[in-house]
């Protein structure tokens, strides 16, 4: 069975521009989280789409958004990117809130 | 409330002694505590999960001590082997549906 996975892996982006990241979740699963993860902050909850509706939000600003599709597929988007929003984003599939998979995740650079 | 408090933030262990991680969390809503073990340029990976209801749970080498009136958890990693060096994440999920992370903490098993 194929994992998460996350593209791209790597992405150099400037202030003020917008990025989309793309997450295939594991087949079958239906819920797809997000989650920020910086060396000073940790890995912080951003949302979790379940059958293409936004099931919980985390405390990020409007800028950071998202959304899955019929096929379980997930994309994030950060509009008007800050230097503070390079970080490494992780995606995680899920059939039960007891197990996330996690993807391993794009690596965004806000220059 | 909705904080998970892990510590120390860096262990170093000798091979065959035991890595001891300490998380403690302040909202009782919290009903699922696992630990995620990450290994560079990798995503989280579930570890091992454990319910207030059970004070400690085993599986192999790795013990979760749960002490629900203290509000606090540990993780053992007995026989610490250079493989296991990697960031530990706690983590409490809620009701309402998020899973809160700790800080994690960076294990070094020197050989």
């Known amino acids: 069975k194929a994992g998460v996975t996350q593209t791209p892996r790597y992405l150099i982006k400037t202030r003020g521009q917008q990025v989309t990241l793309s997450c295939s979740p594991i087949?079958?699963?239906?819920?797809v989280s997000w989650y920020q993860q910086t060396p000073g902050q940790g890995l912080q909850f951003l949302f979790e789409?379940?059958?293409?509706?936004?099931?919980n939000k985390g405390n990020f600003p409007g800028r950071f958004s998202g959304r899955q599709f019929s096929n379980s597929r997930s994309e994030m988007n950060v509009s008007t990117l800050e230097l503070g929003d390079s970080a490494l984003y992780l995606c995680?599939?899920?059939?039960?809130?007891?197990?996330?998979?996690f993807g391993s995740g794009t690596q965004l650079s806000v220059l | 409330q909705q904080q998970v408090k892990q510590s120390p933030q860096s262990l170093i262990v000798q091979k065959g002694g035991i890595s001891i991680i300490n998380c403690a969390y302040e909202?009782?809503?919290?009903?699922?505590f696992p630990w995620y073990q990450q290994f560079p340029g990798k995503g989280p990976a579930l570890l091992i999960a454990?319910?207030?209801?059970?004070s400690e749970k085993k599986e192999g080498r790795f013990t979760i001590s749960f002490n629900k009136s203290a509000k606090q958890f540990s993780l053992h990693i007995m026989d610490s082997q250079p493989g296991d060096s990697a960031t530990y994440f706690c983590?409490?999920?809620?009701?309402?549906?998020?899973?809160?992370f700790g800080q994690g903490t960076e294990l070094s098993v020197k050989p």
């Open positions: 909202n009782t809503a919290f009903d699922y």
């Open positions: 983590a409490a999920y809620n009701q309402g549906g998020k899973l809160i």
């Open positions: 087949s079958g699963h239906r819920s």
């Open positions: 454990i319910r207030p209801d059970v």
């Open positions: 995680a599939s899920s059939a039960s809130f007891e197990k996330l998979f």
């Open positions: 789409y379940f059958s293409e509706t936004q099931r």
